[in-house]
């Protein structure tokens, strides 16, 4: 049992590395692209990046050091609330990356 908390450990350290590394991406492209036809995409896709980031810091500090309010129900409802938001949020960056590239599609090709 005790394996199966230090992998879920290490795949909530990894979300962590990964989530870190998406928001500097991100904010470098948003320094690099601002004003230009994308920038409607970057505050839904950051904050989407850094709701993912907050889930994998709470739980591991929750499970670790606060093991009694990491294992009550309205900490499990508030970790599964963040994963909504940030899912509708990644939805929402997909949707105007499509109304961006099919506005724009007529002006490419000519």
């Given at each position: ?62 499970e670790t050091l606060l093991p009694e309010l990491g ?5 499990v409802f508030s970790i599964q609330m963040l994963q ?27």
């Open positions: 049992m005790a394996e199966i908390g230090f992998i879920d450990n290490i795949v909530d350290i990894v979300a962590i590395l990964i989530s870190i590394y998406s928001l500097y991406l991100g904010f470098k492209l948003t320094k690099k692209l601002y004003g230009g036809k994308f920038t409607s995409v970057l505050p839904p896709l950051i904050g989407s990046f850094g709701l993912i980031f907050l889930k994998a810091v709470f739980e591991i500090v929750f294992e009550g129900l309205i900490f909504i938001v940030a899912g509708i949020l990644l939805l929402n960056a997909l949707y105007q990356l499509y109304q961006v590239s099919f506005a724009t599609a007529g002006f490419i090709e000519k």
